[in-house]
């Protein structure tokens, strides 16, 4: 992987959850550490050739902690770059092709089957989503002065969210209950986290000129207001018939339906299983309610209000319902 590489073996199962079992010689069954990130397999794979990786001031990263959005803003940024076309998330591929995942790989990691080598042989004005941490991003985003949008959501949500997700996904193989899920968020031990570090590596660039920072409470509480920055932010000026449409298409019920959007490939393809939960399943603020206990929900405000009096995420606020 190269010197320049602290990978720390935790000897965890894929995602990061669960008891940890014994980790085989290739590790394919654990996350490792990657400059504070907690990547898991096999996309720690590819990250030798994304430190590599240059990207432009035109070009645009969107950043986020998992289940905080990347499908809903991916969408949302698609549609901005089109001036709000309709066509975008209707015709053509599905938009996980048109916005792609930057650390994807296969396990064997075939150079032409990752996102790192699709997006080398495009030119500057490319567009992808990660969720590694902003210290794990390839250097050349913060050199050069990327557009990074980043995403946050508050993290009751985010915890069921991904408890959800991963007991659909199917390589996860995740039998725990939401109490493993709220420990393993708790002790960081959950993929691409720490979460609160996570946040802190980009927080402490809000303010950067080539930084938009936005929530998903944002987006879901004034829809029009927070598109219309985003667009000035990727310069665009958009009418408000642009911004109706996209609000209609960015819907959470027009994408949930929308087989562009919904992910169904990863359900015919065995990786998910839709049965379980679908990959776009409440899309709403306050779905935590309806999941945690008292006590889980004592456990979890704890945890965060231990972490909101960090240094590295003062004016941070979470917006819960």
């Given at each position: 992987?190269?010197?320049?590489?602290?990978?720390?073996?935790?000897?965890?199962?894929?995602?990061?959850?669960?008891?940890?079992?014994?980790?085989?010689?290739?590790?394919?069954?654990?996350?490792?550490?990657?400059?504070?990130?907690?990547?898991?397999?096999?996309?720690?794979?590819?990250?030798?050739?994304?430190?590599?990786?240059?990207?432009?001031?035109?070009?645009?990263?969107?950043?986020?902690?998992?289940?905080?959005?990347?499908?809903?803003?991916?969408?949302?940024?698609?549609?901005?770059?089109?001036?709000?076309?309709?066509?975008?998330?209707q015709e053509g591929p599905p938009l996980e092709e048109k916005i792609p995942y930057l650390e994807f790989c296969t396990p064997a990691n075939y150079a032409g089957h990752r996102v790192v080598d699709s997006l080398s042989a495009m030119p500057p004005g490319r567009t992808f989503f990660t969720h590694l941490s902003c210290d794990a991003l390839p250097p050349s985003i913060l050199k050069n002065k990327t557009k990074v949008?980043?995403?946050?959501?508050?993290?009751?949500?985010?915890?069921?969210?991904?408890?959800?997700?991963?007991?659909?996904?199917?390589?996860?193989?995740?039998?725990?209950?939401?109490?493993?899920?709220?420990?393993?968020?708790?002790?960081?031990?959950?993929?691409?986290?720490?979460?609160?570090?996570?946040?802190?590596?980009?927080?402490?660039?809000?303010?950067?000129?080539?930084?938009?920072?936005?929530?998903?409470?944002?987006?879901?509480?004034?829809?029009?207001?927070?598109?219309?920055?985003?667009?000035?932010?990727?310069?665009?000026?958009?009418?408000?018939?642009?911004?109706?449409?996209?609000?209609?298409?960015?819907?959470?019920?027009?994408?949930?339906?929308?087989?562009?959007?919904?992910?169904?490939?990863?359900?015919?393809?065995?990786?998910?299983?839709?049965?379980?939960?679908?990959?776009?399943?409440?899309?709403?603020?306050?779905?935590?309610?309806?999941?945690?206990?008292?006590?889980?929900?004592?456990?979890?405000?704890?945890?965060?209000?231990?972490?909101?009096?960090?240094?590295?995420?003062?004016?941070?606020?979470?917006?819960?319902?």
């Amino acid at each position: 992987m190269g010197d320049d590489y602290e990978f720390e073996n935790e000897g965890l199962p894929i995602d990061g959850v669960g008891i940890p079992p014994p980790v085989s010689s290739d590790c394919s069954d654990c996350i490792k550490v990657y400059k504070g990130c907690n990547v898991n397999y096999p996309y720690y794979l590819a990250l030798s050739d994304l430190e590599r990786l240059q990207t432009f001031p035109n070009d645009v990263a969107i950043c986020g902690f998992p289940k905080s959005g990347s499908a809903w803003l991916s969408a949302v940024v698609a549609m901005i770059q089109a001036d709000g076309d309709p066509a975008t998330l209707q015709e053509g591929p599905p938009l996980e092709e048109k916005i792609p995942y930057l650390e994807f790989c296969t396990p064997a990691n075939y150079a032409g089957h990752r996102v790192v080598d699709s997006l080398s042989a495009m030119p500057p004005g490319r567009t992808f989503f990660t969720h590694l941490s902003c210290d794990a991003l390839p250097p050349s985003i913060l050199k050069n002065k990327t557009k990074v949008i980043y995403h946050i959501r508050n993290p009751k949500d985010v915890i069921v969210s991904t408890y959800f997700h991963l007991k659909a996904r199917r390589r996860s193989k995740f039998a725990g209950d939401l109490g493993v899920m709220i420990d393993a968020f708790i002790k960081g031990k959950i993929c691409y986290g720490p979460y609160f570090d996570h946040i802190a590596s980009y927080w402490k660039h809000r303010n950067d000129s080539n930084f938009f920072v936005l929530s998903f409470e944002e987006l879901s509480d004034d829809f029009t207001l927070t598109v219309s920055k985003l667009a000035h932010f990727l310069g665009k000026d958009l009418s408000a018939k642009q911004l109706q449409t996209i609000s209609y298409h960015c819907s959470f019920d027009q994408m949930k339906n929308n087989d562009l959007t919904n992910r169904i490939a990863s359900d015919r393809a065995g990786i998910l299983d839709f049965q379980v939960s679908p990959f776009l399943r409440a899309g709403s603020v306050g779905n935590w309610k309806l999941h945690f206990s008292t006590e889980m929900d004592k456990m979890v405000s704890a945890w965060i209000d231990k972490n909101m009096q960090r240094e590295d995420l003062k004016e941070l606020q979470f917006t819960y319902t």
